[in-house]
């Protein structure tokens, strides 16, 4: 059994969602691998190996931090080689479905048991833009900025160094924190007035917003 340790983190929330994807280690039995990602579809969809046992999937913590995974990963990998030694692939008339000897099935329920118990590290996300903006320690420091991007481009340095967020480097993630701003001072909030300057930017992204 090959196994494949993470090289980064599984977290991943695209634009549209309120919670991040979920996060899974999986044991291919064809293939004889274990491994952890995410799933890439949003809602409940699964491949159809996984649908038909060929893919084992256990849930995880989407913030687990990579060292967690993997050492979940190692942690179980004696049970997941029970598993791949009694797995085989069987004809039930309609589908090839995955079949599984009592001792892998036993191995199945320890591995479920494990992962459920498990209580690795794990780290912080920053979800709420609005929150992070106008933080009071931020607030204090947006003086020496001319603009939000010039603001978010220094910002967005230290979190990345600082590692409390997964997806800093999300290609439109300056666009999600500039319309939210400009949502929030629309409604009356008293953003602007933090720097005077970003009035222009603020007004400017408005109109785009609004054109669209």
Same mark, same amino acid.
């Given at each position: 059994?090959?196994? #494949? /340790?993470?090289t980064e /983190?599984n977290?991943?929330?695209?634009? #549209?969602?309120?919670?991040?994807q979920? %996060?899974y280690?999986?044991?291919d039995?064809?293939n004889? =691998?274990?491994s952890?990602? /995410?799933?890439?579809e949003?809602?409940?969809?699964?491949?159809?190996?996984?649908w038909?046992?060929?893919?084992?999937?256990?849930?995880i913590?989407?913030?687990? =931090?990579?060292d %967690?995974?993997?050492?979940l990963?190692?942690?179980?990998?004696?049970?997941?080689q029970?598993?791949? $030694?009694g797995y085989?692939?069987i004809? +039930?008339?309609?589908?090839?479905?995955?079949?599984?000897? +009592?001792? %892998? $099935?036993?191995?199945l329920?320890?591995?479920?048991?494990?992962?459920?118990?498990?209580d690795?590290?794990?780290?912080?996300?920053?979800? *709420?833009?609005?929150?992070?903006? =106008?933080?009071?320690?931020?607030?204090?420091?947006?003086?020496?900025?001319?603009?939000?991007?010039?603001?978010?481009?220094a910002?967005?340095? +230290?979190?990345?160094?600082?590692?409390n967020? %997964? *997806?800093?480097d999300e290609? *439109?993630?300056?666009?999600?924190?500039? $319309?939210?701003?400009?949502?929030?001072?629309?409604k009356?909030?008293?953003?602007?007035s933090?720097y005077?300057?970003w009035v222009?930017?603020?007004e400017s992204?408005? $109109?785009?917003?609004?054109?669209?």
């Amino acid at each position: 059994m090959e196994i #494949i /340790h993470n090289t980064e /983190h599984n977290y991943v929330k695209y634009p #549209i969602q309120c919670e991040p994807q979920g %996060a899974y280690i999986e044991i291919d039995c064809a293939n004889e =691998t274990i491994s952890s990602s /995410h799933n890439g579809e949003i809602g409940s969809a699964v491949p159809f190996s996984v649908w038909h046992g060929h893919d084992q999937r256990f849930s995880i913590s989407p913030y687990l =931090t990579v060292d %967690a995974i993997n050492e979940l990963i190692d942690e179980i990998a004696p049970l997941a080689q029970q598993v791949i $030694e009694g797995y085989e692939s069987i004809w +039930n008339g309609n589908n090839h479905i995955a079949s599984f000897s +009592n001792k %892998a $099935e036993i191995a199945l329920l320890s591995i479920d048991e494990a992962v459920a118990s498990y209580d690795g590290e794990t780290f912080d996300v920053i979800d *709420n833009w609005y929150e992070w903006f =106008t933080d009071g320690i931020l607030v204090e420091e947006l003086h020496q900025y001319r603009s939000i991007s010039e603001w978010y481009d220094a910002e967005i340095l +230290n979190v990345e160094r600082d590692g409390n967020i %997964a *997806n800093a480097d999300e290609e *439109n993630l300056k666009e999600i924190l500039i $319309e939210e701003v400009v949502d929030e001072w629309a409604k009356g909030k008293d953003i602007a007035s933090i720097y005077p300057s970003w009035v222009i930017e603020l007004e400017s992204v408005q $109109e785009e917003m609004e054109i669209m």
